[in-house]
Every structure is written in C-alpha cells, then in structure tokens.
C-alpha cells in the first residue's frame, strides 16, 4: 500500500465516522431533549423556544467540526490525538456559554449544558480513533 492509500482510506474512515457519530449523536440528544420537554423544561431563549430538530441539527453540526478539526490536527499536528481532546474539551466548553447566558430559566440552562455534553460524549472519542498517532 502507498502512502496516499493510507491517507486516503484514513480520511475515508474518518468521514464515515464523522457521519455515524453525527447522526447517531444527533438521534441520542434530540430524543433526550424531546423527553426534558415533555418533562417540563421550555428551552426558552428570549421568549421563544428552541425547536427540537434544531437540536438534531446543531448535534450533527458539531459532529462535521470535530471530523474537519480532526482532519487537520492529522494533517499538521505531531500529537493529534492529544491536541484533539484538548480541542474539543475547550469548545465543549465555550459551546456551553450561550446555554448558560441566553435561556430564561435555570432548567433549561442545566438542561442545555448537559446536551451539550452528551453529545460531546458520543461524538468526541468516536473520531478521536482516527487520531494518527
């Protein structure tokens, strides 16, 4: 096998995984948050609330990100794997920023944050088996 083989199955596999983990995430946090809403959480930001697709499609949103960053860090980084978690654990957070600044009330600030963190939890160590090193 030639080395743009290898490169070229790596990035392969890990545009599939980016696409699994994104919707398979994507189905796991939108079900989640439709059950907080029926439990009584609003998820209201400035008096209007957050549709449940849109959590599916920010999910999936952030899923792409993370495979484009991955992608990258394999391309210019010595220690991707490293360099990944430290990423995504800092955009993890800073993503959890408008969830605690923005909704009207405390229930759907913890529940957003912890959306968020749901699908960072699925998603993240997925595509960091791609990591090249």
């Known amino acids: 096998m030639s080395a743009t083989t290898i490169t070229t199955d790596t990035t392969r596999s890990l545009r599939t995984t980016t696409v699994v983990a994104g919707l398979g995430a994507a189905a796991v946090v939108t079900a989640a948050a439709a059950a907080v809403h029926a439990a009584g959480v609003s998820f209201e930001v400035q008096g209007e609330s957050i549709p449940v697709l849109g959590f599916a499609q920010m999910t999936l949103l952030g899923a792409v990100l993370g495979g484009l960053l991955l992608a990258?860090?394999?391309r210019h980084s010595a220690e991707p794997r490293q360099r990944f978690f430290q990423a995504t654990i800092a955009l993890t957070?800073?993503?959890?920023?408008?969830?605690?600044?923005?909704?009207?009330?405390?229930?759907?600030?913890?529940?957003?944050v912890l959306l968020h963190v749901l699908a960072a939890i699925i998603v993240v160590p997925l595509l960091a088996r791609h990591a090249a090193d």
């Not at 957070?93 to 957003?112: E, F, I, N, R």
């Open 93 to 112: 957070a800073v993503s959890c920023v408008p969830s605690v600044a923005l909704p009207d009330d405390a229930g759907s600030k913890l529940s957003l």
């Open 72 to 74: 990258m860090l394999n």
